[in-house]
């Protein structure tokens, strides 16, 4: 069982990784403001964009839940351009396996970040390495073990492509706490959990 106080923290630790670790840069590099990271349905996750909609997943582990992470983008000329961008390459000259891989590693910022948080609070995790999926995965979220708590965010930025992400987290025990006041998030230690293996 997951507690409403537990729920409520796993969504501002998972708005907030997705803020800092890729929304943040993503408005300094085109000079643009930083929109908010919102609350969204599957059905607004799963709404096809400018492209192919592609997912990323982790897992967060402890011994007393296991939580999916997936960080969502749609394969279209925006995350084309914007991923060039950032290498110093022309858009065209991007390979398929170079993109995909810049993804994987903007997801493993983004769970590292919510691995970082949760840490504070339990603080034997380990982390996975990123998986490529599918976006039609999160239509089977809810049929993973255990499965108590399900939610999704997304954000668009000003400039830049769209990004959404998704948690599913199975607890085999009551998980009750409270997430670290959000303008102290930055505070925490540089790392916390070791690789898992699956």
Not at 5 to 16: D, K, L, R, T, V
Not at 110 to 117: L, N, V
Request: glycine share 8%; proline share 7%; net charge negative.
């Amino acid at each position: 069982m997951i507690s409403v106080q537990a729920a409520q923290a796993f969504e501002a630790i998972c708005s907030h990784a997705l803020r800092s670790t890729l929304c943040v840069p993503m408005s300094a590099a085109y000079g643009v403001p930083v929109l908010p990271v919102e609350r969204a349905q599957l059905s607004d996750v799963l709404a096809e964009g400018d492209g192919p909609g592609l997912s990323v997943m982790l897992s967060i582990a402890e011994y007393g839940f296991r939580m999916a992470v997936l960080l969502h983008v749609d394969e279209g000329p925006a995350l084309r351009s914007h991923i060039a961008r950032g290498l110093g390459v022309d858009a065209g000259d991007l390979g398929q396996h170079e993109l995909r891989d810049h993804v994987c590693e903007m997801a493993n910022l983004f769970c590292g970040a919510m691995s970082r948080e949760l840490g504070r609070v339990y603080p034997h995790l380990g982390m996975s390495t990123p998986r490529v999926l599918s976006r039609d995965v999160l239509r089977h979220l809810s049929r993973l073990p255990g499965a108590a708590l399900e939610l999704h965010v997304k954000a668009r930025p000003a400039a830049g492509p769209a990004l959404a992400a998704s948690l599913c987290v199975a607890a085999k025990d009551r998980l009750d706490f409270a997430a670290p006041p959000l303008d102290k998030l930055d505070e925490c230690p540089a790392s916390t959990g070791e690789m898992e293996l699956l």
